[in-house]
């Protein structure tokens, strides 16, 4: 089955402690990205990925990083979380836009 | 700025009724447009999408329309069922972000189809 998996599904943490949120897929795209999605505002992109080893912010990078090692990883990093980074995420794939994109399950993340 | 707006923030319709979303956007550079549907604690799915060559797209009891004068698509639902109660979002792209496929979302409508 096609799929784009995330892992923690929730997450609690506090304020400054590292952490990852992984994102895989299994349909060999070559795009990934990840969204934050907050009420009032929709989603919003974070980051994304072209392919391996190529990446590049999107409107709301400040705070994350990201990596691509392989095609099919696409590891969201907060190096030092803070309250304002609590929110929905979802990490997405894409074989070109009109081929649509898919979405993982989102993750939950609060920041206290 | 929100370049893609969903005016309203929830829309309740009877069972075997006509449902309709509306999306503006303001972005001339938007070609190619894309309705999700979203359930609780679920990812976005793509429902369906429409390029701004066309002015309708239709898959079975979803059609988008597309007024590019207006900068406005509308999803219809007919007839809605039970199952069809979610979160909508209207999202857009430009064939100028340099190989990004963003994907620009509006807020979203939550439907709710009343049985």
């Known amino acids: 089955e096609a799929q784009v998996t995330q892992n923690p599904r929730y997450l609690i943490t506090v304020t400054g402690k590292k952490l990852t949120v992984t994102c895989s897929q299994n349909?060999?795209?070559?795009?990934m990205s990840w969204y934050r999605q907050d009420p009032g505002l929709g989603l919003r992109q974070i980051y994304y990925s072209m392919n391996v080893e190529v990446t590049d912010k999107g409107d709301v990078p400040e705070g994350y990083k990201v990596s691509r090692k392989e095609k099919r990883n696409f590891p969201l990093i907060l190096e030092s979380p803070s309250p304002n980074q609590t929110s929905l995420y979802f990490c997405?794939?894409?074989?070109?836009?009109?081929?649509?994109?898919?979405f993982g399950q989102g993750t939950r993340l609060t920041v206290v | 700025d929100q370049q893609v707006k969903q005016n309203s923030p929830s829309l309740s319709v009877q069972e075997g009724r006509i449902s309709i979303l509306n999306c503006d956007y303001t972005?001339?550079?938007?070609?190619?447009f894309l309705w999700y549907k979203k359930y609780p604690a679920e990812g976005p799915t793509f429902l369906i999408s429409i390029s701004s060559i066309k002015d309708k797209n239709e898959d079975g009891r979803f059609t988008v329309f597309l007024n590019k004068s207006a900068k406005h698509l509308s999803l219809h639902i007919v007839p809605s069922q039970p199952g069809d109660s979610a979160v909508y979002f209207c999202a857009a792209t430009s064939p100028f972000n340099f190989g990004n496929e963003k994907l620009t979302f509006g807020t979203g409508t939550r439907l709710t189809i009343i049985p």
């Open positions: 349909m060999n795209h070559e795009y």
């Open positions: 972005n001339s550079m938007f070609d190619y």
């Open positions: 997405a794939s894409s074989l070109g836009v009109g081929r649509g994109t898919f």
